[in-house]
């Protein structure tokens, strides 16, 4: 998310009009690193404007829109508003944008076997409904459109996080994924991109960046930035682990050679949101951009897991 894209009170004025909305009044949203978000309260309830920066065709844009409308079907998630036109993505001074109703509840801040549960459970129906179904679109999480771009002797880390960074990203380059199966996966599951309320999963939000690809690249996100980030004790790291795997097979089976690949998926997604945070916060010119700080020191810790 964060504010690239500065709109004032006609600008919003303006973009609301289309949907038969008056803003009250409207905040941006900091969170996240890659979109422009606002918070927009009107007379008939809250909703969020998204401002696409990722610089894709309205085509590829559209597609996650009608996918959404047929997830929230299958699971709760962000659903887009249509306009008086029957629009659900529409242009604005030369910006694609789109209005989603606004989820009810707190993101979610506490990692237990609850949430797990259900997040495991969550994602196994979305990827039993999304297989095969194919997103025409490249995705923004991608280590070697990141590595590609950094100069690792510029980036302030030791010689051995260098090292060690440059060893497994050769290692998983050379690691075929090809075979798995594939559909439309979120690519983002962070746990600041799920609301909750009263203690069930009210919806799960941010789907700019879904893809078709390996299912386990989502499971390795959840192991990743919901589990062994927390540095939980060895004891309770392993039975979060087996408790969300456990949800998710209940719904849908891993294959042999998913469950042989899955700790290069979680290597992968390690690495892929590393280089995304190095390129954003130490290449990138990010001044007098309203931007939630989010910095790729506290994801080192993840390369822990493996040895070079």
Partial sequence: ???????????????????NLTPLHYEGIKDGILNTNY??????????????????????????????????????????????????LIKYNGRMM??????????????????????????GKMHLFS???????????????????????QIPITEEEKKTLLSLYEKISMTDFSSLPCGIIHNDIFPDNIFVKDGVVSGIIDFNDSTYAPFIFDLGIVINYWIRINNFPLEIEKKYVDVFLDSYESVRKLSPEEKSLLDMGILKMALAFIFLRINKFSVEDNQNILIEDKTYYELLPLLKYYHI
Avoid: W
Avoid at 132 to 145: A, S
């Fill in 1 to 19: 998310m964060a504010v690239y894209t500065v709109l004032n009170i006609e600008d919003i004025t303006t973009i609301l009009a289309k949907y």
């Fill in 131 to 153: 297989k095969n179904k194919i997103l025409n679109r490249k995705t923004r999480i991608d280590e070697k459109y990141y590595f590609s771009k950094i100069n690792m002797k």
């Fill in 39 to 88: 918070l927009i309260f009107t007379s008939e309830g809250k909703f969020v404007l998204r401002v696409l920066e990722g610089h894709r065709s309205y085509e590829a844009e559209k597609e996650e829109l009608d996918f959404l409308l047929e997830l929230n079907t299958i699971i709760p998630c962000s659903v887009p508003c249509s306009t008086i036109d029957g629009e659900v």
């Fill in 98 to 123: 789109s209005l989603f109703y606004f989820i009810e509840g707190e993101k979610l801040t506490e990692i237990n076997e609850n949430f797990l549960t259900q997040i495991g459970n969550l994602l």
